[in-house]
């Protein structure tokens, strides 16, 4: 009699146990954000871009400084990221030659996921690891620039880059990072950007025909010889 009660204690022990995790479960699935919204009207405070040049790749003594203003929904920019830029990482970048720096220029009326994008992004950087959902981003480009809200379809990305999806989650849902791209828009707009991708160096305006490899080189080059000359 004793074993048969202590068999149906343990019974109704593992029965509370799986009962409080499909709680912890739930709780879960209720909290996580199905749809986010990134607030374009916001206040930009001094302190949402103090200190921000612009997400970096490349060396800090590169002879050669790029800063692209780009929307994650233009297709132009999709383009740009996936056919042009990893030929300019490989060989200029990661060479030492040239340090490329990406500020958010969403265009909200014709690319109403562009905004969210950019969070989605900013959120991941808060976690090391931007570039990763940057290439997952305009990688995906077909699939979500079509979606009416690409919440879900961000959130499998942070997934498969590794995020911590919790924290992540908590950022999107704060939306901590809207005063940063905010600014970053203003600010290209001081500077005369009025369409994606943008490119400024040596605060000079480029289109993309104008920040090809071919283009990026030429000017490496010449750099290097006249550097070269003065020695």
Request: net charge negative; with cysteine.
């Amino acid at each position: 009699m004793a074993a048969e009660g202590s068999g149906m204690k343990g019974f109704y022990v593992g029965l509370a146990v799986v009962a409080l995790a499909g709680v912890g479960v739930l709780g879960y699935l209720m909290t996580r954000p199905t749809s986010v919204e990134i607030p374009a009207d916001v206040l930009v405070t001094a302190s949402d871009t103090a200190g921000f040049q612009g997400y970096a790749l490349g060396s800090d003594s590169a002879p050669i400084r790029v800063t692209e203003y780009a929307d994650y929904q233009c297709p132009y920019c999709q383009n740009y990221a996936v056919v042009q830029f990893p030929t300019i990482k490989e060989r200029l970048i990661d060479a030492g030659l040239v340090q490329w720096r990406f500020k958010d220029f969403p265009l909200d009326q014709p690319h109403p996921n562009a905004r969210l994008a950019a969070h989605a992004a900013a959120c991941a950087d808060d976690q090391g690891r931007y570039w990763q959902m940057h290439d997952a981003i305009f990688q995906g480009h077909p699939t979500w620039s079509v979606e009416p809200n690409a919440t879900g379809t961000f959130r499998s990305y942070a997934q498969r880059i590794g995020l911590d999806v919790a924290a992540y989650d908590t950022c999107m849902r704060e939306a901590r990072h809207a005063g940063r791209i905010e600014g970053t828009r203003q600010e290209g707009i001081r500077l005369g950007v009025g369409s994606t991708p943008t490119f400024i160096m040596n605060g000079r305006r480029y289109e993309p025909r104008g920040m090809t490899y071919d283009a990026l080189k030429a000017l490496a080059d010449s750099i290097g010889m006249a550097r070269d000359s003065a020695e």
